[in-house]
């Protein structure tokens, strides 16, 4: 089996980065939720999690990975909704309405799946950033796998979320030190990062 492959599966097979429903003790009460190298701090009662399976990925690998690539604005939120079998795992599903597909092919509404809580405690992503309703962004997403019984995707990366910043200055989306971070400085916003993707995407 190809490296690519073995990935997809990876990606496919749980509900995401975020989302791998076996939990594993880290540092006594603390737990996280996939299998990559974990940072936690729960001095403010939150998991904070800086990993991704694909941690040194471009703009241009991330799209290859992802099975839906969207341009879009968060036009609603559901909080608190659990998926599949374990209840220990919170997400948050935000409604994108779709305003361009780069990538795969949606309608003109989806519905991303974010993980937010683990045993009721908040979970912090380093690399993602929390959207808000009326945001406008770029999503590379994965399905959900079927045997979670629920339509919908979650992010290819932690960091293949970028939203557009309330300034409008640029898109803000990962830490300032990952390969993502660097690409979206140098192409100079939105207009530059789509047509990164579109490319990336032919």
Known sequence: MSEKRTRRGLLVGALGVAAALVL????GASQHADEGEHVHDNANGANVDVSDYLPNAGLAEL????????SGRVVGAVSGVQIGESRDLEYTIYTIAV??????SAGE????????????AAVVFDSRATPNRGDQGIWLLTKIAPEFKREGYVLTN???????????????GGASSSVVAKEVKELGGLTGVLARLRDAAR
Not at 99 to 104: A, H, M, N, T
Not at 158 to 172: I, P
Request: net charge negative.
């Open 158 to 172: 932690q960091n293949s979320q970028l939203l557009v910043k309330s300034d409008g200055s640029g898109l803000a």
């Open 109 to 120: 509404s989806i519905e991303v799946a974010l993980l937010t809580h683990i045993q009721r």
């Open 24 to 27: 594993s003790a880290c540092g």
């Open 63 to 70: 799209t290859d990975a992802s099975e839906l690539v969207v």
């Open 99 to 104: 305003d361009e597909v780069i990538k795969g």
